[in-house]
């Protein structure tokens, strides 16, 4: 079946620090990939996707590049901010899937000032 | 827009008691969304309804848990009767649509339920 595996967390950097979550899937059919995220108290948000290989998404300085030849899909910031503390989902998404989105365990980061 | 709408925000009971949170989806979305999310077991898709029927309940932990959808802006999820161990955080998502395609869901700010 279709799965996500994240690196366990949790992730505690300080501030203006380079960050980056490791992202890896299996997948029965050629997925899409997203990474949402949740701010504290809050649900889940989308962040960033890619639709294909080699496909690079990118948002509010984060990026992710769709490596079909590593099934990887890993998040990174150049410089974070205390304001970026909160759980990173790796998920999936193969059409035609029942199912809808598949999620990996989530990434806890926590950025000190 | 007013996003996905979760009611309560924050429900304690005693083991035993009928439980039930609610949603309503974001207008023109007929795609909806059950989530369960807690430390040990992460983020997990209880219920998934596309044009208000149930398309997969295979997340259902078991029978004390139902879901509804009697019409495209209200959803319920109900457990009856609650244990200590359905303590969660319970998410709604909604979506413009299912089938073969993604679209991106929205979630509610959840419900945190406790069960004593």
């Known amino acids: 079946g279709d799965s996500v595996t994240q690196m366990e967390g949790p992730v505690t950097l300080s501030e203006e620090a380079f960050l980056t979550i490791n992202c890896t899937y299996t997948?029965?059919?050629?997925?899409?990939l997203f990474w949402y995220v949740q701010y504290p108290g809050e649900g889940l948000q989308l962040l960033l996707k890619a639709t294909k290989a080699d496909d690079k998404g990118s948002n509010k300085g984060f990026e992710a590049t769709y490596r079909k030849e590593t099934t990887s899909f890993h998040l990174e910031k150049g410089s974070v901010q205390v304001s970026d503390s909160a759980v990173y989902f790796c998920?999936?998404?193969?059409?035609?899937?029942?199912?809808?989105?598949?999620f990996g365990s989530g990434t806890q980061l926590t950025v000190l000032p | 827009d007013a996003g996905v709408i979760q009611s309560p925000r924050h429900e304690v009971t005693e083991m035993g008691q009928e439980v039930t949170l609610r949603c309503k989806p974001i207008s023109g979305h007929n795609s909806l969304f059950w989530y369960r999310q807690t430390m040990m077991r992460g983020l997990e898709l209880l219920i998934y309804?596309?044009?208000?029927?149930?398309?997969?309940d295979s997340g259902m932990p078991e029978d004390r848990f139902s879901a509804k959808m009697p019409n495209a802006s209200f959803s319920t999820l109900k457990i009856q009767p609650s244990e200590p161990r359905d303590s969660a955080v319970y998410f709604c998502?909604?979506?413009?649509?299912?089938?073969?395609?993604?679209?991106?869901?929205?979630f509610g700010p959840g419900t945190r339920l406790t069960v004593l």
């Open positions: 998502a909604s979506s413009r649509s299912g089938g073969s395609s993604y679209n991106e869901q929205f």
């Open positions: 309804f596309n044009n208000n029927v149930p398309i997969d």
């Open positions: 997948a029965t059919g050629y997925p899409s």
């Open positions: 998920a999936l998404f193969v059409s035609g899937s029942a199912r809808q989105l598949t």
